[in-house]
């Protein structure tokens, strides 16, 4: 046990192994919590098929990915929070932190437009037993004005800076620019 706390205690550029291995196990337990919850919603996916309605279908489907990649996401946040990140010149904490903000906003966006989309395809087939076609015209305009609504106010929270404590001016103009660059590249990803 000594020998193993020795070897932990090793560093390597300022992070010991104890980091580096504390890290990897969190990533790990991160895209295996994925993996999992993947395996059983498509389990439940598989019970919800046998049911009359395709609404409950519908909604496994929908919660699938995001939850997924929200998992591995936060593996990877809670590793980058074990190891010690530099906060000199610039404070790399606060734009890790940034860009998991962002990307959980994304995460949230892409959970809600899939639920819309489903629930709105599910209304339209319904709709479409009726006989009027009101409904049938109503229903894709107010997906569409549902989806703009959510990318709308999800890039005005993903582009609003967070709360910033009293800082040197300094400090606080390297916190923007690293929340810019935050959203730069997660607005570069959101158009692929």
Do not use: H
Not at 44 to 56: H, P, Q, R, V
Not at 74 to 90: K, R, S, T, W, Y
Not at 111 to 138: H, I, M, N
């Amino acid at each position: 046990m000594a020998q193993l706390t020795e070897l932990f205690s090793r560093s390597f550029m300022e992070i010991s192994l104890g980091q580096v291995f504390g890290a990897f196990l969190v990533i790990l337990a991160g895209f295996l919590a994925k993996r999992i919850i993947t395996t059983v919603l498509r389990k439940i996916s598989k019970a919800a098929s046998i049911t009359k309605t395709t609404l409950d279908d519908m909604v496994v489907e929908a919660i699938a990915p995001p939850i997924g990649w929200a998992l591995g996401l936060g593996g990877i946040f809670v590793a980058l929070q074990i190891l010690p990140l530099p906060n000199e010149p610039l404070d790399i904490r606060y734009f890790v932190v940034a860009l998991i903000r962002g990307t959980s906003i994304m995460l949230a966006i892409w959970l809600g437009v899939r639920l819309s989309d489903g629930l709105f395809s599910y209304w339209l087939d319904r709709a479409k037993g009726t006989e009027s076609k009101l409904d049938d015209q109503f229903i894709p305009v107010l997906r569409r004005s549902l989806k703009v609504t959510l990318w709308v106010v999800g890039l005005t929270l993903l582009l609003r800076p967070p709360m910033l404590p009293q800082a040197s001016t300094g400090r606080t103009m390297s916190r923007l620019r690293a929340m810019s660059t935050a959203t730069t590249i997660l607005g570069s990803c959101a158009g692929t």
